[in-house]
């Protein structure tokens, strides 16, 4: 019973290229977020939805554009993959001025070659 | 916007020893704080979560704090262990109406045998 979910694990693949990660979370929580970590194990938010709305987004490259069909889901598209995307992305979940805290999925290794 | 710095970057303690992690906040309309265990290319695990209104919770030999007045949180680490070798983060939000949490750099703790 994951409670945040991310696919792939691993994504490897070359420059220019277009690709997505997908996040589903099934802890009923009402808002969901895209973290970054970069080489320096540094984690800094990138996007946060909360009701499916856009909430944050902290000067990311327009090629990241997130995505949530519904409250249990949010998705990272990313255009013209650069070396420098390379990082772990984590997905997260929280539920909205409740004291519970964050849920962090597994994380998802980027390879930009 | 919160803030948050954790010392030391790493720490090396012989096994067996007592140790405290340090964190501070810049916001002390801190709404959660919460301590996260990250092991080498894994995901976050949460430890614990000091909700707004609490000082301290506890879990097994862990005990993490929450000063909101000075803007300090500790995480005490009873009898250290091999295993418990890891980065530990914290992190925090900034009030009841934050859609984000803010994390620290982290500190690297070894636990040597």
């Known amino acids: 019973d994951t409670a945040v979910s991310q696919t792939p694990k691993y994504l490897v693949t070359q420059m220019g290229n277009d690709k997505s990660i997908k996040c589903e979370q099934n802890l009923g929580h009402d808002t969901m977020y895209w973290y970054k970590q970069d080489s320096k194990k540094f984690l800094k938010i990138m996007f946060s939805y909360n009701n499916k709305e856009l909430i944050i987004n902290e000067t990311v490259p327009n090629r990241f554009s997130p995505k949530s069909p519904d409250k249990a889901h949010l998705n990272l598209h990313i255009n013209s993959l650069e070396l420098g995307d390379s990082a772990v992305y984590f997905c997260a979940s929280s539920q909205f001025r409740a004291n519970y805290g964050y849920t962090f999925g597994s994380g998802t290794r980027l390879t930009v070659v | 916007k919160q803030e948050v710095t954790q010392i030391p970057a790493a720490l090396s303690v012989p096994e067996g020893e007592n140790l405290v992690l340090n964190c501070s906040f810049t916001?002390?309309?801190?709404?959660?704080l919460q301590w996260f265990r990250q092991d080498p290319g894994k995901g976050l695990t949460s430890l614990l979560l000091i909700q707004s209104s609490q000082r301290e919770q506890t879990s097994g030999r862990l005990n993490a704090s929450l000063d909101k007045s000075s803007g300090r949180s500790t995480l005490y680490i009873a009898a250290s262990q091999p295993g418990d070798s890891a980065t530990y983060l914290c992190?925090?939000?900034?009030?009841?109406?934050?859609?984000?949490?803010?994390f620290g750099k982290g500190t690297k703790l070894s636990v040597i045998p």
């Open positions: 992190a925090g939000d900034s009030g009841a109406g934050s859609y984000q949490l803010t």
């Open positions: 916001d002390s309309a801190i709404y959660n």
